[in-house]
């Protein structure tokens, strides 16, 4: 298994929703991030977990929660937001310190209305 | 902190012709990472090719070549024999080596890649 796997694929959701996106990988990787992308512009980061520990948390907002269960699962629990938070949420994982070794999820496709 | 500069938003070409994609950067780090990255409109971020900062030779991965000039903070893509499939954004971007067993990629802005039949 060489993927990284993202549910859903779209997602609507109101200001006042609580909803989750899931990522889940099976290549042993150690390191797992989420990045939000907004059209036509570059991924940027928001959480880096590295060996199911958050080591990076890019100043993002509270409503924005990570949660890392096992080496293979990376959870975004979102509550509240706002429609500017509409966008792409792409989760990838790798290797570590090894070069290349990111893998992409397809993404999750977020509207808030 | 590092930087990534994609200067071209967007490029296009003939299928079966040559495209080269700019790119520059600005580090003070002397051991790196630098990658390109292929977006599609299927959304998925799909490695392209990868270039260890120590290695003098430049890499290649079938009909993708990059120009890797580290004096100049340069780092090109060349796209060769351009297929309808090329057509996408790409990514430019830049890690850290060692330190740490994760990596931060840090993105240019990107250049959409239009190939016209």
Redesign the interface.
Known sequence: DTEVTQTPKHLVMGMTNKKSLKCEQHMGH??M?WYKQKA????E?MF?Y??EKL??NESVPSRFSPECPNSSLLNLHLHALQPEDSA?Y?C?S?L??L??G??????T?LTVV | AQTVTQSQPEMSVQEAETVTLSCTYDTSESDYYLFWYKQPPSRQMILVIRQEAYKQQNATENRFSVNFQKAAKSFSLKISDSQLGDAAMYFCAYRNAGGTSYGKLTFGQGTILTVHP
Do not use: D, N, W
């Open positions: 150690r390191a991030y036509k512009k570059p991924p980061l880096v590295s060996y080591s990076i792409l792409l990838a790798s570590g310190i070069p290349g990111y893998t992409f999820g397809s993404g496709r």
